[in-house]
């Protein structure tokens, strides 16, 4: 994967702008018109669906199937839900969100230690794209490998605060669990064996990663965005949301659904790779990110995805004569140099691959 060596632009942290006390911000953050959030409250109250996953292992087979059912309605009719019972210790998910809080809170100086640069995205960081002259969004953010392990670098991982490797392995050690049962719940739904997708995800060789987001206070929030719409490149994202300020919105039609987030819950969405390996059974949904003046806000993407060098294409057990693949093949690491060079763009990618009819 060929990417440039460093940043186009001299990097500006946004959480420096944001504590300087300016009153307007730099023409590269203001989005296009067409482009600005509506901050304005939307006229229905919607809300993305919410999953037990209590009964997923449950002996009962009519309880896993509603369980399952459930997850399959969300899946279609949304590709986003938040999932409650997941597995995951409530105090764990609060210790990594208040140790990424205090990262973002140390000097300048210790965290520019960690600063990244284009070719792997690895550290701390504030764009994405390398296109001279994309306009940027309002937020800083850490990236990190977690699997597979040739890709763990720990020396790259915080050794402030003084917990946070440790949190941080065992957090992510909890998500690639929830990850697993997630995929054999999505593999079952699509009539495959269970291990299917995860097989197609490289099996015991399967990536995940980490990024970290941080929104500090913008005082023009009606001019940019925290993230521009996207879809996740990659196969499934488990995000744990900031526990008290609201910002991601999912679109849903031409609407953008704000989602509230239940305690203790996480957000789960589909990414390109599950559209492309479902031959768009499953479909990936474009999201983005507002900010506000008065709060600023933190999450935590973990992003499960296949491994960069394994071709992915769609299963050749959904493939009829009448339901022919969409897609080509393609590796991930292919895949995503796309969004690494240009940023955020909507769906732009995924549906351009699809094949003629």
């Known amino acids: 994967m060929n990417l440039q060596q460093t940043w186009p632009e001299p990097i500006v942290r946004v959480q420096s702008l944001s504590n300087s006390g300016i009153t307007a911000i730099p023409k590269q953050y203001i989005k296009p018109s067409s482009s600005r959030p509506s901050l304005a409250q939307p006229a229905r109250d919607v809300h993305i669906p919410v999953v037990d996953l209590s009964n997923l292992v449950s002996a009962d087979p009519s309880l896993r199937d509603e369980t399952l059912s459930l997850v399959l309605r969300a899946c279609r009719e949304w590709g986003f839900f938040q999932v409650v019972n997941h597995g995951v210790e409530h105090a764990l998910m609060g210790r990594a969100r208040e140790i990424w809080r205090e990262f973002f809170y140390l000097p300048m100086e210790v965290k520019q230690c960690y600063a990244n640069s284009p070719v792997t995205y690895e550290g701390y960081g504030s764009r994405l794209g390398v296109e001279k002259g994309i306009k940027l969004d309002w937020n800083d953010y850490f990236f990190l490998h977690y699997l597979p392990v040739?890709?763990?670098?720990?020396?790259?991982?915080p050794t402030l605060p003084l917990s946070c490797r440790e949190v941080l392995a065992e957090y992510s050690n909890e998500l690639v669990k929830l990850s697993e049962k997630l995929m054999k719940a999505f593999s079952v739904n699509l009539g495959l064996e269970e291990n299917y997708l995860?097989?197609?995800?490289?099996?015991?060789?399967v990536a995940a990663c980490m990024r970290v987001n941080f929104y500090p206070k913008c005082p023009q929030p009606d001019l940019t965005l925290g993230l521009s719409p996207?879809?996740?490149p990659g196969g499934l994202t488990i995000?744990?949301?900031?526990?008290?300020?609201?910002?991601?919105?999912?679109?849903?039609?031409?609407d953008w659904v704000t989602v509230k987030p239940v305690p203790n819950a996480f957000v789960v969405n589909v990414g390109d790779q599950l559209q492309v390996l479902s031959n768009a059974r499953y479909k990936s949904v474009e999201h983005r990110v507002i900010v506000n003046s008065a709060k600023e806000r933190l999450s935590l993407a973990f992003f499960y995805n296949p491994n960069g060098n394994i071709l992915i294409e769609p299963a050749k057990e959904l493939i009829k004569e009448d339901q022919p693949p969409l897609y080509p093949p393609m590796t991930f690491n292919d895949y995503r140099l796309f969004i690494r060079t240009r940023g955020p763009c909507g769906k732009s990618q995924v549906e351009s691959l699809k094949s003629p009819r």
């Open 239 to 254: 995000l744990l949301p900031d526990g008290h300020v609201s910002g991601l919105q999912v679109r849903q039609g031409d």
């Open 198 to 205: 995860q097989k197609a995800f490289g099996g015991e060789e």
């Open 150 to 157: 040739s890709l763990r670098d720990e020396k790259t991982w």
């Open 230 to 232: 996207h879809s996740d």
